[in-house]
């Protein structure tokens, strides 16, 4: 069956046609488009009638920590019902392959705090694509390589450099994954064991890749030090000779409000002088990541078994009290940048505590807040996430102005409840509705622009993000002036109303906003 989307404005990914058309799908691909009432009444053909709404290409989510919904017997709905038709996943340095017998806990005990809790049965990363191919996928689905997971399959969590096996052994697998069709490499500069590597190591990774993947990283330092850290991100992509693309750009500290304009005028800067670099926001003033990453590096040393050790310390819990508080302490340190009454548990294995401040918690507890932030992870076996309200609202508004940001929900992954981070569920109609339509911060032609055919682009999406003849059928039909996002940090689940018609390959998977069931995207695979 073939159809036709007929009366509809068309945002072609640059521009938005000044009189309706219509779409023509079949096989999958975008068939025709022809002026309205271009293709006479047939009875071959399924029509739908946009009725002067806005048909786009599907949204592209450049920072989806998605890996596991492929496996979920549940249908995992949160973008699908924003408009997202492929996501980006493996970002951070945490893709869930490759998986050695070495180093299986490891590897699991980091997993878990993020993922929800299942059997890995691949050890490859071959072997999960084939994994991911058994269940089905409702959005269509492109992978980054992770440096953590990597790095753990080689050498497990220790703070150290490695020797010249396992560094081979990294080369060896990164190589692996990009056979199988990864768009380049991410890095989480915050998290273990990435914080133990040095930027010649990324390098010695970066150098694997062809010219045309991307080196994408959760860098170092986003805040006292975010400069620094967009430096060694420019520089490794430089010197490896592949793009540059910057994760969930930000200012996360209150402290230095305004500072992200200086930072955007440098990638400017570079970017004229020939330099491949685009990044991505979500357009919230919170972040989000596991609880754990409010301790000092060095408690993560030798992976979760020694942290959980550690947290058993009265005295090494002292340490790493003093160490957050000191004002000269230079990793990313959440608790001092935000504020502990900004700190708020979002989700744990028992559903305690979520939804509440850790200076909340630390008071109830008559506590110190690192000393209740310990406790949480003794008592929840380090699996609780959190949110962390840390950044100035015309930061990001800035970064959304600048025309290389892309977006990206960096919503953490479903199925461990609590209340996660709105973003989840909410991103792309919060650009619409909020940013486009309530504040005109970016027109809506530029904003579709920044969710289709950039991402496209930077990715090595070939026949995506545009609406174009011959392309895929990834579309969005929607009406600008009644999108509504109604996830909240309160309600952070809720899906938004106004994305209407949702296409993915050409199969209807979004009827008038409610999901039909039908899981009809596809792993892609970039050939380098």
Request: net charge negative; glycine share 8%; proline share 6%.
């Amino acid at each position: 069956m073939r159809t036709l989307i007929s009366n509809a404005f068309v945002a072609d990914g640059e521009t938005i046609s000044t009189e309706p058309k219509d779409l023509l799908i079949e096989g999958g691909l975008i068939a025709a488009i022809t002026s309205a009432r271009g293709v006479g009444v047939r009875s071959d053909i399924h029509r739908l009638d946009a009725d002067g709404r806005l048909l786009s290409p599907g949204f592209i989510d450049t920072h989806a920590h998605a890996d596991h919904a492929p496996l979920l017997a549940e249908d995992d709905t949160s973008k699908i019902l924003q408009g997202v038709t492929t996501e980006i996943n493996g970002n951070c340095g945490f893709s869930l392959a490759p998986v050695t017998q070495d180093h299986l806990a490891d590897y699991d005990s980091l997993v878990e705090r993020i993922f929800p809790p299942r059997q890995s049965a691949w050890r490859s990363f071959p072997e999960y694509v084939e994994a991911l191919k058994h269940g089905e996928f409702v959005t269509n689905f492109l992978s980054l390589i992770g440096h953590n997971t990597i790095r753990i399959a080689a050498m497990g969590s220790e703070n150290r450099t490695p020797n010249r096996v396992e560094m081979t052994r990294m080369e060896a697998l990164v190589d692996e994954a990009l056979d199988m069709g990864v768009a380049g490499l991410s890095t989480g500069l915050i998290y273990p064991p990435g914080v133990f590597s040095s930027a010649e190591e990324i390098l010695r990774l970066a150098r694997r890749l062809p010219p045309d993947a991307v080196y994408a990283s959760h860098m170092r330092n986003e805040s006292r030090f975010l400069a620094d850290s967009v430096q060694e991100t420019l520089s490794i992509a430089k010197a490896a000779g592949v793009r540059c693309h910057i994760s969930h750009l930000k200012m996360a500290d209150r402290h230095s409000p305004g500072k992200l304009a200086g930072v955007l005028d440098g990638l400017s800067s570079e970017r004229a002088q020939g330099v491949r670099v685009s990044q991505d926001i979500y357009p919230y003033t919170a972040a989000s990541t596991m609880l754990s990453a409010l301790l000092p590096p060095w408690m993560h040393d030798g992976g979760s078994s020694q942290l959980f050790d550690r947290l058993q310390s009265a005295e090494i819990v002292d340490t790493a009290r003093r160490h957050i508080a000191d004002p000269k302490s230079t990793f990313e340190n959440y608790g001092r940048q935000a504020g502990w009454e900004r700190v708020v548990v979002a989700s744990t294995a028992s559903h305690r505590f979520e939804g509440e401040s850790v200076a909340s918690i630390a008071h109830r507890m008559d506590a110190d807040p690192v000393v209740a932030v310990a406790t949480i992870l003794r008592e929840e076996e380090l699996k609780a996430t959190m949110i962390v309200h840390a950044m100035d609202e015309p930061d990001v508004r800035a970064a959304l102005r600048d025309p290389f940001t892309t977006i990206g929900t960096d919503g953490l992954p479903v199925g461990t409840g609590g209340h996660p981070h709105p973003r989840g569920y909410g991103t792309f109609p919060r650009v619409l509705e909020h940013y486009v339509k309530d504040e005109a911060v970016i027109p809506l032609a530029e904003a579709v622009r920044r969710m289709t055919s950039l991402p496209a682009e930077i990715f090595g999406l070939e026949r995506r993000g545009r609406i174009k003849v011959g392309h895929i059928a990834d579309l969005v039909l929607f009406d600008p002036a009644g999108v509504k996002d109604n996830a909240t940090f309160d309600q952070p689940t809720l899906p938004p109303l106004g994305i209407d018609d949702v296409f993915v390959g050409g199969e209807h998977v979004v009827d008038n906003g409610t999901w039909t069931g039908r899981r009809a995207g596809k792993y892609v695979k970039i050939d380098h």
